[in-house]
């Protein structure tokens, strides 16, 4: 289903054309009531200030005709910086250094052989899952290809230094759908401190940070019980004048009104609730802080309350030495980290499998995509001279939910592991980070071809570098 | 200001083979500068200000009917105040002592006043109290450390970035290097001339870290040559010149740069050239996290040779296989036996542009709003409002102001201090937050006719909470520096990771300088934290707290005429007006004392005059 038009432009904007390359009668403008729409956010404020300064613009630009999925409600992103093997995982390679336990079992009329012995609850999962195998990142260097997979661009790039995380375009895009119960920020980043934020957005779309507790989130109540908060809070209303009469600027009305929403989110019936979990749940996600993580991701997007893009981090994967070397006390190889995400992951499919969705015949999973990434992936073959992997471009990413068809591969490497052999989609090439997050974002609904006006480089930024001219596109094959 | 713009030589835009009209290299996006996002932050915030209704006021005497403008104490009012008579704005009165006081420590320290140094400042009578406030602020250790921040997020100092690797130890390095200097007053030219000439081993000294911090893992050498030149002219000469690093900027200078889009690729090549006889190499090549050494060779230049990285290919131009060394701005060469980085040290820094970047980005720490936003992409052919492009508009809100500034700095020496102090004495800087002299128009925040207020930056912010509640706070500090007690010491802002000082500090937009500029916008998370974070706000507020202010207040008086005023003193700089005080008497008293003296601290620390500068 394409997303709806908007209306052509209303408000003249010649220098979107030039910047963008084509001719306004072509482009979809900025419209009045898209104005109107983006009023009611925090980008009221760039708006202002493009009146002012003519260096700045305004609105949005777009290809145009772009097919847009709108397959799924929710994101789910769960990075593994450090990058996993692929070839023990995802795209396994059996050979002499495989593992005896890893026990190689064949799915799916032998289309997908899979480390049963390594990870065998996701195995269960396994008809959930699609499997893209030619994606190929750009840096082998972790910070780098870190940055890159969640900005949708090159860190270093022209717009890199500005980029918002992808999960903040998520919010902004999805802030003219809010309703008045959704409390909760846009973006919430479980156990993933460091991660890029907001860039040249507003602040209200940077990721809301919470490191997962079974409490709940720290600052959601008062530690000094609610009577005492309640009083406070009255009195600061009383004292605080500056607050109603604005005679400290605009500035700090902003700030007002996110103590007025952070008020909100704390008078939200069970708010807290979305954030807790039970000792049993945390058992079963495998007692770590990955699997609370993804409680939590699951609790926010059954909760629905207007978060759309969640992020969940489980780093430690880079095994330059060791990477077979059997569980002990401080040993961290492919097993101790699979014995982290195998239970959480494979419990988050099963649940939000079976929990209903917000339309009715639709699960959860089904509203929700649930994807798997890293920033590259590691050497293929015999195993370094420290029985370790090192850095390697080839990467797989692991799809589910939103729309994408289950028990599915793209793309074939070669025997190795280390080239494709076929890149299993219509692009015909490797599918890299810019693909990926036109996919996660044509899921979303959210125009891939979309070029922002008012980036404070005033050169333009696109959500996806050079996806307006074709260059990067949604991975359509697995939907 | 045309005179030295015309200077500018044009080397001959060559034809190089990847011009196009679009960019046409997919992977690859062109590099450009690490831009500051606080600039545009700062701009969103003052420019969008609402038209708000004017406020009660709490200082100075109300303008009388016909406009009155304050004296000018120098160049500074005579441009803003100058300009604001012709234009027939109306400023906002003279800031009170209390607001001033509050404003200027901030500002020049980082810090909030203590309760002391407002209380003698108030009963100070004589005439230049507020000159001797000031030179005491620039004075201060205090002043150090806030400005070392400053510099350190110019340079974005840092132990890692997306890139590259300073390590803490080299992070150290560098952030002594700032932290001397600036305590030293060295001259803001010569500084820069050591960071660009820097030599030696990234952990013992901090100039070659400027070097370290730009090496491109992903690229070949020239690479490194590349950000090495691009980032020197974002930092200090306030100009995107990754810009034409790639592909003369074509298909979108227009509306970036019109001074760069009169260069060429070819020209940044000259540019980066001077980079091209600096070499690097780990000090221990076996040990993955050691220093590097910087050193100059005296052969070598910039080879047009790649085809791979991060940068489009460098072919040769017919039999040119190599680029000498050629200053942007104005073509100049080094001389014979001048090391190359410091012969771009020296060409850099007499450029007048430098010395415009830096008054710049001074003046809008000071007043909220630079004079060319953003701060970080100055475009110098559009300064000149007789002179300018057609179809062009004037960059500078007040082009005369800058010139004047820069001219100031220069004639100075570029003295951090002095410049600072100009500012800080103007009467334009002293105008009041409050806007009374009718309904605030949001046109008149370029003409500077009232003070623009920011929120607190995350250090400062920080240390006002620890301060204001008498309760500070220890953070212990990687790569072998000591343990600090103020968030404004920290060497970098990935410092204090991993606990709820770490997480304020994120929240309050602290950046990484590197991806995440430093933000002063405000969110959800924040207020939460101001109202709800048990350890950063709410037990500080305690009176079992040991020696919080609220301890030491309610040992002191159980008069709520008294806890009142001690309390808006430590954490607002000032005493409560007559009517805010009756408001607190009558909460104190109406309930337990205590309770309702916590209740009070807690109120003050999440108003928006504490949260605000």
Partial sequence: MARPRLPKSTIECPDCTKASGFPLGQSEGFSRRRFMQIAGTGLVASYFADVLSPRLLQGATTAGGVYLRATAKNAIFIFLPGAPSNIDTWDLKEGAWTPSDFNPTSYDNNNVRFPQGLMPMTAAQLDKMTFVRSGLSWAAVHTLGQAWVQIARNPGGATGSIAPHIGAVVALESQINRKPTDVLPGFIALNSTGIPASGYFPASYAPFQVVPAATGLPTIAHPDGASRFSDRWSFMQQLDSARTTGALGKATLDMNDFYTQSKALMDAPNINAVFSFSTAEHTKYGATTFGDSLIVARNIVAAGKGTRFVQATLGGWDHHSGIYTKPANGVNSLYTQCAQFDPAYASLLADLSTMPGSVSGKTLLDETLVVIVAEFGRTVGVLNNQAGRDHNLRMTTVWAGGGIRGGNVIGKTDVTGGSVADFGWSGNRDIRPEDVVSTIYSALGIDYTTMRHDDPLNRGFEYVPFAKDGTYKPIDEMF | ?613
């Fill in chain 2, 1 to 613: 200001m045309k005179q030295w713009i015309a200077l500018a030589v044009v080397a001959p835009t060559l034809l190089l083979g990847v011009e196009k009209e679009t960019c046409p290299f997919g992977p690859f996006d062109l590099r450009s500068p690490r831009e500051q996002q606080a600039s545009l932050n700062h701009q969103l915030s003052a420019v969008a200000e609402a038209v708000a209704p004017s406020g009660r006021r709490r200082s100075a005497t109300p303008p009388a009917g016909d406009v009155s403008y304050p004296v000018s104490v120098n160049y500074i009012d005579d441009e803003i105040f100058g300009k604001m008579k012709t234009d027939g704005i109306r400023p906002a009165p003279m800031s009170s002592d209390e607001e001033f006081l509050r404003r200027v420590t901030i500002d020049l320290t980082g810090q909030i006043p203590d309760p002391a140094t407002v209380l003698a400042f108030l009963a100070d009578k004589s005439a230049d109290k507020r000159a001797k406030t000031i030179d005491a602020l620039l004075a201060s250790d205090a002043f150090n450390d806030r400005w070392t921040m400053w510099f350190g997020d110019l340079v974005q100092n840092v132990q890692v970035s997306a890139n590259s690797r300073e390590f803490p130890q080299g992070r150290n390095a560098y952030y002594t290097y700032i932290h001397d200097s600036i305590k030293a007053n060295k001259p803001y030219d010569q500084m820069v001339r050591e960071l660009l000439g820097g030599m030696g081993d990234s952990f013992l000294a901090g100039p070659p870290n400027y070097w370290v911090r730009q090496i491109q893992p992903n690229g070949p050498i020239q690479d490194t040559y590349d950000n090495l030149a691009a980032e020197s002219g974002r930092m200090f000469l306030g100009m995107p010149m990754q810009c034409i690093s790639c592909h003369n900027g074509l298909g979108h200078l227009d509306q970036v740069n019109l001074y760069l889009k009169g260069h060429a690729r070819y020209d940044f090549w000259g540019n980066a050239s001077f980079f091209s006889r600096g070499r690097f190499a780990k000090s221990d090549k076996n040990v993955n996290n050691s220093s590097y050494v910087i050193t100059e060779a005296t052969t070598g230049s910039y080879q047009l040779n790649t085809t791979s990285g991060n940068k489009t290919a460098r072919a040769p131009i017919g039999t040119q296989t190599t680029v000498s060394p050629s200053f942007l701005m104005t073509g100049e060469t080094p001389r014979a036996g001048e090391a190359w980085r410091d012969a771009y040290g020296r060409m850099l820094t007499a450029n007048p542009q430098f010395s415009l970047a830096a008054v710049n980005y001074l003046w809008q720490q000071m007043f909220g709003l630079a004079i060319v936003e953003p701060a970080n992409n100055m475009d110098p052919t559009r300064y000149d409002p007789n002179n300018l492009p057609a179809g062009q508009t004037v960059q500078p809100n007040h082009p005369a102001l800058l010139t004047r500034l820069g001219s100031d700095f220069t004639a100075n020496h570029y003295d951090l201090r002095a410049i600072l102090r100009t500012m800080a004495m103007s009467n334009a800087y002293q105008l009041s937050t409050q806007y009374t002299a009718s309904t605030w128009n949001e046109s008149w925040t370029p003409y500077y006719a009232r003070h623009i207020p920011r929120r607190l930056m995350a250090e400062a912010l920080l240390d006002a909470v620890a301060k204001s509640t008498s309760a500070p706070i220890t953070y212990t500090v990687s790569g072998g520096l000591p343990a600090v007690t103020s968030a404004m010491k920290l060497p970098d802002t990935l410092e204090v990771r991993g606990n709820v000082y770490g997480r304020f500090l994120d929240e309050f937009g602290r950046g990484n300088r590197d991806d995440e500029p430093r933000e002063n916008d405000s969110s959800i998370a924040q207020a939460l934290s101001l109202m709800n974070d048990g350890t950063v706000v709410v037990n500080r507020t305690h009176r079992a707290t040991a020696n919080s202010t609220v301890a030491k207040v309610l040992a002191s008086t159980t008069d709520p005429n008294s806890i009142a005023d001690q309390l808006y003193l430590n954490t607002l700089s000032r005493y409560p007006t007559a009517s805010e005080k009756a408001q607190a008497v009558a909460y104190l008293k109406s309930g337990t004392l205590a309770n309702k003296t916590e209740d009070l601290q807690w109120v003050l620390l999440n108003s928006l005059e504490f949260l605000f500068d």
